[in-house]
């Protein structure tokens, strides 16, 4: 019965290489790179001009702030799970484990595109640090941003709430994904094509072949079975 997504896999597959491949293949990046630059310089002349941006800047990227994004993934998720009796609860609890192992796994495969660089604070001589600026300890800065793993990890978040869930937790966890990714590019921590490009290129293919095919409802399937916990039914 999956064939049926395979058009759809395939369409998300080749939207997912294109993607990659309009940033990888052009020189200095093509198209990507103004953007890219405009983002950055945007915010960052900012950090200087106004003490509030500069503040909330350097506290949303603070690594405690980080704790805020799983808070707000968990409760819309604690939302769902408190709504279901106990073989729901434990189905959602397999669930999660998959989502993160699903996230780790994609992180690892993502780090092997053929693209390495450093955030945009360190590209560009002469910029505005907000670390230096404030003396908050804050991620301002990556010697290896590409592809955004923090991104990456919201994304497949929301895959898996529209896979499993209601298209209003899938709204929301779009929103989750924006809001917290918007931190590290206004720090300039992140390019907006490490998310745009790299985390959802790897996204749009990978996701695609383990959430519209069974290979991700037979691993939750088969831990949901094999876990301890287990009511067995005579």
Same mark, same amino acid.
């Given at each position: 019965m999956w064939r049926k997504n395979l058009p759809a896999i395939l369409l998300l597959n080749l939207l997912g290489v294109a993607l990659f491949l309009s940033y990888y293949l052009p020189a200095n990046h093509g198209f990507w790179f103004p953007i890219d630059a405009s983002i950055f310089f945007y915010f960052n002349q900012h950090l200087a001009t106004s003490p =509030?941006?500069?503040?909330?800047? /350097?506290?949303? *990227?603070?690594?405690?702030?980080?704790?805020?994004?799983?808070?707000?993934?968990?409760?819309l998720y604690l939302s769902f799970y408190l709504r279901q009796g106990p073989e729901g609860r434990r189905r959602l609890l397999v669930t999660g484990v998959v989502m993160l192992l699903t996230a780790v796994v994609l992180n690892q495969l993502g780090h092997l595109l053929p693209v390495q660089h450093r955030s945009p604070s360190l590209?560009?001589?002469?910029?505005?640090?907000?670390?230096?600026?404030? =003396?908050?300890?804050?991620?301002? /800065?990556?010697? *290896?941003?590409?592809?955004?793993d923090h991104g990456m990890m919201l994304i497949i978040f929301a895959c898996f709430m529209g896979r499993y869930f209601t298209r209003g937790a899938f709204a929301l966890a779009l929103a989750i994904v924006v809001i917290f990714s918007l931190p590290r590019l206004m720090i300039?921590?992140?390019?907006?094509?490490?998310?745009?490009?790299?985390?959802?290129?790897?996204?749009l293919v990978g996701m695609s072949w383990w959430l519209l095919t069974?290979?991700?409802?037979?691993?939750?399937?088969?831990?949901?079975?094999?876990?301890?916990?287990?009511t067995r039914r005579a």
């Open positions: =509030g941006f500069l503040k909330l800047v /350097a506290v949303t *990227n603070n690594r405690l702030f980080d704790g805020c994004s799983l808070l707000a993934m968990g409760l590209y560009f001589p002469h910029v505005n640090r907000v670390s230096e600026l404030t =003396g908050i300890p804050t991620k301002d /800065a990556s010697s *290896n941003s590409f592809p955004g300039g921590a992140h390019w907006f094509t490490d998310i745009a490009v790299g985390s959802l290129s790897v996204v069974p290979a991700c409802d037979r691993v939750i399937e088969w831990l949901n079975n094999r876990l301890p916990g287990k």
